[in-house]
């Protein structure tokens, strides 16, 4: 029987690292996300008229976050040359800046 140390190094590689500037662009995009995130369940307590013009801009929003969010990955996998497995999605450590390949 493996150990829990065991099967977690199986989930999850160290793959690569990024600079502090790149850790802080992808920081300020997941915080921006989550805020975002965190925001429609107050939508359904909101007027219907504004309500809807919250939700359209919230999506516009989302949409646009998400982008940058997809685009900062491929360019950074591009740079460091980061191994990418179908069924693994890439992780960052913000506290260490350590960017992990997670099975997903």
């Given at each position: 029987?493996?150990?829990?140390?065991?099967?977690?190094?199986?989930?999850?590689?160290?793959?690569?690292?990024?600079?502090?500037?790149e850790?802080?662009?992808?920081q300020?995009?997941?915080?921006?996300?989550?805020?975002?995130?965190?925001?429609?369940?107050?939508?359904?307590?909101?007027?219907?008229?504004?309500?809807?013009?919250?939700?359209?801009?919230?999506?516009?929003?989302?949409?646009?976050?998400?982008?940058?969010?997809?685009l900062?990955?491929?360019?950074?996998?591009?740079?460091?040359?980061?191994?990418?497995?179908?069924?693994?999605?890439?992780?960052?450590?913000?506290?260490?800046?350590?960017?992990?390949?997670?099975?997903?």
């Amino acid at each position: 029987m493996k150990n829990n140390k065991q099967c977690t190094a199986q989930l999850k590689r160290l793959i690569g690292m990024v600079t502090e500037e790149e850790r802080d662009e992808i920081q300020t995009l997941f915080e921006r996300q989550n805020a975002l995130k965190e925001l429609f369940p107050s939508l359904t307590t909101m007027d219907v008229d504004e309500s809807n013009a919250l939700y359209e801009k919230m999506i516009k929003d989302m949409g646009s976050v998400s982008a940058k969010l997809k685009l900062w990955w491929k360019e950074k996998s591009i740079a460091y040359n980061w191994d990418n497995i179908p069924g693994h999605k890439w992780e960052i450590d913000f506290e260490s800046c350590e960017i992990y390949l997670v099975k997903m």
